[in-house]
């Protein structure tokens, strides 16, 4: 899944950069971030890693802009099927070897129906609880130097991963409990 990710942005990045574009639009959407939120929940994360990607976000000199931030799938397919607007689901969304997959198919499909009103107002005041806890910039800046005022072991370590993030880099596990 990493692999396939990495491999897709690198695509984007070359027509990005060939024909000079300033933004990609994704497809990204409500139940996309309730996936991730539950993966990295169940892997131990905390709720910046939780709430992983953003509406709007910076990579490699360009805004990823996600339009459907906010929008459920359903609530996509009603818009397609009353517009009759042709679409197609790839088919490797079905297998559930992929951890993804999983998620979507046997919890956050059921979680829908029922609880899609709840799960957006959720999002929004998460979202908002998160942007009171992050101070996304580092204090000193000495050439290539970043210098973070120490709070606590556990918050220093999420500014320190958020911040690596927004320069376009991921830490590893190892490389967070070195840190």
């Given at each position: 899944e990493h692999q396939a990710?990495?491999?897709?942005?690198a695509?984007?990045?070359e027509i990005i950069k060939t024909d000079k574009y300033k933004n990609l639009l994704t497809a990204h959407q409500l139940n996309d971030r309730v996936e991730w939120f539950l993966m990295q929940f169940c892997k131990g994360a905390g709720v910046v890693e939780m709430?992983?990607?953003?509406e709007i976000s910076k990579y490699k000199g360009f805004s990823i802009v996600r339009p459907f931030f906010e929008t459920s799938k359903d609530e996509i397919f009603n818009y397609l099927h009353q517009n009759n607007i042709l679409y197609f689901i790839d088919k490797s969304n079905?297998?559930?070897r992929f951890r993804r997959n999983f998620f979507r198919?046997?919890?956050?499909?059921?979680?829908?129906?029922?609880y899609a009103k709840g799960i957006k107002k959720s999002f929004r005041?998460?979202?908002k609880d998160l942007s009171l806890?992050?101070?996304e910039t580092p204090e000193i800046v000495i050439e290539d130097l970043y210098i973070f005022k120490s709070t606590d072991s556990v918050t220093d370590i999420r500014r320190i991963d958020l911040w690596i993030k927004q320069q376009n880099y991921i830490l590893s596990k190892s490389q967070k409990d070195e840190i």
């Open positions: 990710r990495f491999e897709r942005y695509f984007f990045v709430l992983g990607f953003k079905s297998q559930e198919n046997k919890i956050v499909s059921n979680l829908f129906p029922q005041y998460l979202q806890l992050q101070k």
